[in-house]
């Protein structure tokens, strides 16, 4: 079955600076990976989404992450912090063609110092 | 653009109480998803649905039920509502053709047990 472990469920990073969220995930299939965001009191919004194709996956608000097969990784990644950046995020996992339910990480709450 | 309608947003239950918790896309996507959020917890799937007649348990199925009469609507039946069953829940949908699409979310009804 497949699984996803988000490390660190507080990270702090100051405005400006370099977001790095992680995320490896477990799946006997090859799978499919996505990151969500989530802010105070909503529901979930889809950042980006690795589906087979290219490894570097390019999302909303200047996010992107990259599949790594070999560390079985999905890092989320933003080259400079805005303070609308806090929020939640989520990384999951869907087996191609099982399933296909979608699992969720435990998620990782970000905050952006001044 | 309706998308995923959850109902009701807010809910007090005492112990021993049953409600349902309505959802309802539009968007003509075979899969719906009912997840759980408790904080530092992620979301946890309870029950989901790969379409009208076919539902399946989760990871956290004990104390619910689900029905899926049409492609439109997931409905999640609490049927003796304890404490433990506090919690944010949140609907989903996606479209599946042996490879999903990203799952769209409801904004999620938040219910107390007490």
């Known amino acids: 079955a497949q699984s996803v472990t988000q490390l660190g469920s507080h990270v702090s990073v100051s405005e400006g600076a370099l977001v790095l969220l992680r995320c490896n995930y477990s799946s006997s299939v090859p799978p499919y990976l996505f990151w969500y965001v989530q802010y105070p009191n909503q529901g979930l919004q889809l950042l980006l989404k690795y589906t087979s194709a290219a490894t570097l996956v390019k999302g909303i608000n200047g996010f992107e992450a990259e599949f790594k097969k070999s560390e079985t990784s999905f890092h989320l990644t933003k080259p400079s912090a805005h303070m609308r950046d806090a929020a939640e995020y989520f990384c999951?996992?869907?087996?191609?063609?099982?399933?296909?339910?979608?699992?969720f990480g435990k998620g990782t709450r970000l905050h952006i110092l001044p | 653009n309706a998308g995923v309608t959850q109902t009701p947003k807010f809910r007090i239950l005492k112990i021993g109480q049953s409600m349902t918790l309505q959802c309802t896309q539009d968007m003509n996507h075979n899969y719906m998803y009912w997840y759980r959020q408790d904080p530092g917890m992620g979301l946890k799937l309870i029950y989901y649905s790969v379409g009208a007649g076919i539902t399946d348990k989760g990871e956290v199925p004990n104390g619910y039920n689900v029905s899926r009469s049409t492609t439109e609507d997931f409905p999640l039946r609490l049927e003796l509502a304890a404490p433990s069953q506090t919690s944010v829940y949140f609907c989903?949908?996606?479209?599946?053709?042996?490879?999903?699409?990203?799952?769209?979310f409801g904004q999620g009804t938040r219910l107390t047990v007490v």
């Open positions: 989903a949908s996606s479209y599946s053709t042996g490879g999903i699409t990203e799952a769209f």
């Open positions: 999951a996992v869907s087996e191609v063609n099982r399933d296909d339910k979608i699992i």
